[in-house]
């Protein structure tokens, strides 16, 4: 093929949309012609994701709808990412029309079967001053966030968990390497970065002997015209003092933290592997309620869990309760072969893991929405992210009068709403642009969104 078209579906989680944009990026120094529908390109790649059952069927759904496009027009499928490192050999005999199958270590090897006539070599990608040339990036996200990753791999062992045998053990990037691609991000227009890892609070442990997460963090927010720097994907076992005194005071770190719990219960928690107990949990919670001024908690919890019975759920559910988190994800409990929990006893039926997660939602709800009424009246500042209608001003025929402010309506978030997970803000305003921060008074809500009026 001769420039072929390229195009990619980036499938799962915020890591895995990391790496996508690094593949493109690496296509990119090759030469490579993108477009964005599917429809239009030569060659199509998937990154899949394999983490569950729902995101491994959402996976093999879209690749054989790509084999269909295919049979069409398509001249070549390439399908990588967690579900082709997990299960190689079964997309290789099962879905022939893929033309070929690449795991996490060899990215690489998308840009040469793509049919680029140009491929970046390993070791010229490795040449960039601090890595960062590695690192290139084409960007899935609107210009005023992104996502950075700072490790890979995971060594906690969770019993329902397929991360490790996936993506191997916990490696740290080089706060080097992290701060130059930063300083690119930001100079290309980036105004919140959002760290993630598949733990982010174990970071610099393997590379420097210790967690130094919090010395990241000050590193970072010494970066001119970056204004949020938001902190994902924790585990409650891993926090230490400095690091909780670095949200508190650090004031280019949002007071939002994603600590994922997963239960409460200490039989649940012990047989899920999770290192920690009730009392550790709730003691933590305590601790960064107290210390970090306004802070925004999102958690996320998995119901029928094997051994999950009625009591050990009215325990989560009467947790979930008294803790209101401002925000929280609920999951069924997905068995996956070659995981401990996999072979454990008392596997609850999906009818009542569906049921249980119906009531863990609807609690939310009603917490998510009382805490939305709190904030009526409040001010916030909102990062804008789309700017939508102009709104007609009568204007004022006085001779002399200024012109009216020209009004637009848009939406964005507050520190408290994470990309792409959480809530939104309408907002109201003059001269709105996206990627920009406007004070605003909250009016009113509507479900899970505020409806603010800027005040600038």
């Known amino acids: 093929m001769k420039n072929p078209k390229i195009a990619l579906i980036s499938l799962g989680c915020t890591k895995n949309l990391v790496d996508s944009e690094k593949i493109l990026g690496r296509l990119a120094q090759g030469g ?62 099962d879905i ?22 140009h491929v970046v070599s390993e070791a010229n990608l490795k ?104 902190l994902l994907y924790t585990h409650p076992a891993h926090f230490y003092p400095a690091l909780i005194n670095e949200i508190a005071s650090n004031e280019k770190v949002v007071k939002y933290l994603d600590l994922p719990t997963q239960h409460i219960n200490d ?23 107290e210390e970090v001024s306004g802070l925004f908690l999102r958690s996320t919890v998995i119901v029928g869990f094997p051994g999950e019975g ?3 759920f009215q325990e989560l ?40 997660l119906g009531e863990v939602m609807s609690l939310q709800q009603g917490l998510a929405f009382r805490e939305n009424a709190r904030r009526v009246g409040k001010e916030i500042e909102v990062l804008v992210e789309e700017v939508g209608a102009t709104l007609a001003v009568a204007q004022n025929k006085r001779a002399g009068a200024r012109p009216a402010p020209t009004l637009r309506r848009g939406y964005g978030r507050s520190y408290g ?5 959480d809530g939104n803000v309408k907002l109201e305003g003059s001269n709105l642009m996206t990627g920009e921060f406007r004070r605003a008074l909250v009016t009113t809500w509507e479900g899970y969104n505020l409806v603010a009026r800027c005040l600038d």
């Not at 022939?96 to 006539?117: Q, R, T």
């Not at 949990?281 to 601790?287: D, F, N, P, Q």
């Not at 709403?417 to 997970?421: G, I, K």
Request: proline letters at 3%.
């Open 32 to 93: 490579a012609s993108f477009c964005q529908e599917p429809e239009a390109a030569d060659v199509l790649i998937i990154n899949t994701c394999g983490f569950i059952k729902e995101a491994k069927e959402e996976s093999v759904e879209t690749i054989l709808q790509m084999v269909r496009l295919k049979e069409a027009r398509l001249k070549k499928l390439i399908v990588t990412g967690c579900l082709a490192e997990r299960y190689q050999e079964e997309l290789t005999r």
């Open 96 to 117: 022939p029309e893929i033309d070929h199958v690449v795991g996490l270590e060899n990215f690489n090897l998308v840009a040469e079967f793509s049919g680029l006539k």
């Open 127 to 230: 040449g960039g001053k601090n890595g960062c040339q590695e690192d290139f990036r084409v960007r899935l996200t609107p210009r005023h966030y992104s996502y950075l990753k700072v490790s890979e791999g995971c060594n906690n062992p969770c019993s329902y968990c397929s991360i490790p045998s996936i993506r191997g053990p916990f490696k740290s990037r080089s706060m080097e390497e992290v701060l130059g691609e930063a300083r690119e991000l930001v100079s290309s227009g980036t105004k919140e970065i959002n760290l993630i890892a598949q733990d982010s609070t174990l970071y610099g442990i393997d590379l420097y002997g210790r967690k130094c997460l919090h010395e990241l963090l000050q590193r970072l927010s010494e970066i001119d015209d970056l204004r949020w720097i938001r």
């Open 267 to 289: 039989k649940i928690l012990a047989r899920m592997g999770r290192g920690v107990n009730r009392g550790d949990i709730e003691g933590l919670i305590k601790r960064l309620r």
């Open 310 to 312: 009625e009591e050990e």
């Open 317 to 356: 559910l009467d947790f979930l309760e008294e803790t209101a988190f401002e925000r929280l994800g609920a999951f069924t409990y997905s068995k996956e072969e070659g995981t401990a929990a996999a072979g454990l006893r008392g596997h609850v039926s999906e009818k009542i893991k569906k049921k249980r």
């Open 417 to 421: 709403d994470a990309p792409e997970v």
